[in-house]
C-alpha cells in the first residue's frame, strides 16, 4: 500500500463495535481488569490508551520502523531519546541544531556528564573523522534548520553501524512524505509533530519511531516512565491531520518552488537556501535593516514563530529559534541577523509571491525615505 493510503486510512476499521470512520477519543484514564491477572491489552493511560496506540502504530508502519511512541511535544521525544544514554557518553551531532536541541544538550544533558560535538555532518566521511570510543551516537537534522543543508543518512548510518553507535534522525522537516530514515538505515527517526505531520498549527506533539526489538523496548520503557505521553485529544487531532500530509506535502513544495524562483530573481535578496523537496526556504536581504520593516509590512503571511501548517509563517531565527545559541556560534553556522526562514504554506503561490514582493517594497521605500 503507498504512503498516501496509510495516511488516509488511520485508524479506519479499527473500531469493530460501531464501524466508525474517524477513530473515536478515548478519555477513559483506568481500564477495567477481567479478573485477576486479565487485562483488555489496557492498563493505565499513561502506559497505553486506545487512542494514542492507533496513532503509534501508524507511524511505525509509515516509516518502516518496529514500534511508534507519541510524546506531549517534540521537546519531550528528544528527552526520551537521551535517556537512552549515560555519563561518559559522546554523541555527535549536526552543527546547525534546531535552537531547542542545542539548548537541551547544552544546557540539560551535559550537566548529567553527557559529551556533545557539533559536526557539520553531511556524510559517513564527515562522522569517522569525528568519532571517539565513547562515542555512543549520532544525531542528525536533515536538511538542517535554518541553513537547509541535507546530509546522506545512509552513508552516515552504515559508517556508525560498524562502530556500534545509535543513527538518530530528526525528520520533521521533510516528513515521512519525503524521507523515512529507518529505512537509509537509522535506529530511530522522530519528529516535532507540531510542525508537518500535524499541519494545523494547533496541536503540539512528537512522534519516535524505533527500529529493532530490544531498542523499542528500552524506549517504551521510558516513554512509560518518564510519562511525557500524548493525551487522547492531542492523538486524535493529530491522526486528523495527518491523513492530509501527502496533499499538503506536495502543495507546500509547489509552492516553496515558485517563492524559491521569485527570491532568486528579486535584487535586494542575496541568498536563497531550499533543499529541492518540502515547503521549508530561507533566505538573506541586503540588508539587516530592512528585516523589521518586512515583517511589519505582511499581510498574508504570518510573523510567527513554529513551521509545517497551512499557514504561511515568516521566522527571524537569530532573535527567534536560534536566540539561545550563542552569537559566535550562530554566526559560524550562517544564522546571521539578514537570514529569514519562511515555512510556506498552502495559501495560492501567487498571492505569497505578491505579500512578500509588496512587503520588501514597501520596507526598502522606508529605508530610503526614512519615512514610516
Ligand atoms: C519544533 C522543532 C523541534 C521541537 O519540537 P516541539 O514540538 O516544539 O517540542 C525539534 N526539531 C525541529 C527540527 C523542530 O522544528
Known sequence: MDIETKLVQIGNRREKETGAISFPVTFSTAFLHPALGESTGFDYI???????????????????????????????????IMGLFKPGDHIIASLDLYGGTYRLFEQVWKSYGLTFSYVNLRSGSDLQDHLLPETTAVFIETPTNPMMITADIS????????????TIVDNTFLSPYYQKPILEGADISFHSATKYLGGHNDVLAGLIVSNGQELSDRLFFLQNSIGAVLGPMDSWLLIRGMKTLALRMERHTENAKR????LKEHPLITDVLYAGLGGMVSFRVKDAALVPGILRHLRVISFAESLGGVESLLTYPAVQTHADVPKEVRDSVGVCDRLL??????????????????????SELQLRTGEV
Open 46 to 80: 499513561r502506559t497505553k490508551n486506545p487512542t494514542r496506540t492507533v496513532l503509534e502504530e501508524a507511524i511505525a508502519e509509515i516509516e518502516g520502523g518496529d514500534r511508534g511512541f507519541a510524546m506531549s511535544s517534540g521537546m519531550a521525544a528528544i528527552h526520551v
Open 155 to 166: 552513508s552516515i548510518a552504515s559508517v556508525a553501524k560498524k562502530q556500534g553507535v545509535l
Open 259 to 262: 517563492i524559491v524562483s521569485f
Open 341 to 362: 526562514r519562511f515555512s510556506v504554506g498552502v495559501e495560492h503561490a501567487q498571492d505569497l509571491v505578491e505579500d512578500l514582493r509588496c512587503a520588501i517594497e514597501a
